[in-house]
């Protein structure tokens, strides 16, 4: 399967219903950390132009906030691609954005157990 | 009313006072929250990917053993509720999930969805009432302005969590009149905190704190409330301007059982 058919299957996302009018970007908080935008992904999923987004730090940008799956006039969906894009980089080996020696010197006394259940959810497999 | 409730993770270590505060009222209030036993980390974000099962099942577990007592699933953490209520609907929605995760755990009875989930929120707002809870106020928090923080995890999706209008909430705005105060409507009560990026990219997560509290100042809020500890962690940064609070923690003192 080819990395694009594999995004489309696992996301469950038909990046043909867009209608590129940007909303889903407008509105995402993490915006400016990101390279490639909420609306380019869908775009650039659909062309098949991958692995562009699978070397991108914007892939450890978004915030699952749903914001963009919220407010999409035609429900596309995005953070559901930008996730299985995210998933088909660190499914790799050897291709964990965080590790678990990182993390010691990445928390304070009061970071909650619930920023590192997620961050391991989401940036490592 | 008698409750399952899932406390998660979080509840047990760093933010303790959002549980305990909320068993205190509850026993005031007259319900019961009796913990799942043997309940499982939710896993903090819900897995979007449709093959993504093992991640799914804690939820799936605590759901089955809620409906094992014939009781709703009662959460109190945001990304707890988020998750669980998530997963439910994957279960009721998707049948490749549902059987998946049903042949995975090998139930004796198997799971297809029939637990409500219900937020402590929801639980004031349709079980106890607000005008209820209003009467059994003893120390109203008079002249207090306060900001309810919803951050994106009680309100979205708004067709699944279906808690409130996700764009024009007013569950925590009714608490907070509910218990004498004054609530504080501002642009970015709905907008994520940054969420897991405190760790990974604290910087982006201080711009994040900042809009925020710029937002609810600008509005005139001398505090906020949240139900969820990620939000309390990163709105509470040392270079916050505005105090962060615990709903349960204000509930408690307006029913007058905070010692
Ligand atoms: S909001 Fe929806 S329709 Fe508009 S650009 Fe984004 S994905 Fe496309
Ligand atoms: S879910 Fe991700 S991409 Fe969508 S608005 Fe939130 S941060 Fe942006």
Redesign the interface.
């Known amino acids: 399967m080819d990395k694009r058919e594999e995004i489309l299957?696992?996301?469950?996302v038909d990046p043909k219903k867009c209608m590129r009018c940007g909303k889903c970007s407008a509105t995402c908080?993490?915006y400016?950390?990101m390279e490639y935008h909420p609306h380019q992904f869908v775009y650039m999923v659909e062309t098949g132009n991958i692995e562009p987004l699978l070397e991108s730090k914007s892939l450890?940008?978004c915030?699952?906030?749903?914001?963009c799956?919220?407010r999409c006039p035609r429900d596309v969906e995005p953070?559901?691609l930008v996730?299985?894009v995210r998933?088909c980089a660190i499914r790799q080996k050897g291709a964990n954005?965080?590790k678990a020696e990182d993390?010691p010197e990445?928390?304070d006394e009061?970071?909650?157990?619930?920023?590192?259940?997620?961050?391991f959810?989401?940036?490592s497999k | 009313m008698k409750y399952s409730y899932f406390p998660g993770c979080t509840l047990k270590s760093k933010a303790t006072e959002l549980d305990k505060y909320a068993r205190d009222c509850a026993a005031v209030l007259g319900f019961e929250m009796e913990e799942i036993e043997n309940w499982q980390c939710c896993g903090g974000v819900y897995p979007m990917a449709r093959d993504e099962i093992a991640t799914k099942l804690s939820s799936v577990r605590a759901l089955a053993d809620a409906k094992a007592h014939g009781r709703k699933l009662l959460t109190l953490c945001s990304a707890c509720h988020n998750v669980i209520k998530q997963v439910n609907n994957d279960i009721l929605t998707d049948s490749d999930i549902c059987s998946r995760a049903n042949n995975y755990l090998k139930l004796d009875d198997p799971y297809n969805g029939e637990t409500e989930v219900v937020h402590y929120l929801e639980v004031l707002r349709d079980e106890v009432g607000f005008g209820e809870l209003k009467k059994a106020v003893k120390n109203p928090l008079k002249g207090k302005k306060i900001a309810a923080y919803y951050g994106c995890l009680l309100l979205r999706p708004g067709a699944v969590m279906a808690m409130d209008d996700p764009e024009n909430p007013r569950i925590m705005e009714d608490l907070i009149r509910a218990l004498g105060a004054e609530p504080v409507i501002y642009p970015q009560r709905n907008e994520c905190c940054g969420g897991y990026l405190s760790l990974d990219d604290p910087e982006a997560v201080a711009k994040r704190r900042k809009k925020i509290a710029d937002s609810a100042k600008e509005f005139g809020a001398d505090m906020f409330i949240t139900a969820c500890p990620l939000c309390m962690y990163n709105l509470n940064k040392a270079d916050s301007s505005v105090p962060v609070y615990y709903f349960t923690e204000l509930l408690a003192e307006a029913l007058g059982v905070k010692e």
């Open positions: 299957l696992i996301s469950g908080p993490s400016d950390e450890y940008k915030l699952s906030c749903f914001a799956i919220e953070a559901k996730e299985a998933l954005h965080i993390v990445l928390v009061d970071t909650p157990q619930q920023l590192l259940m997620s961050v959810r989401k940036y």
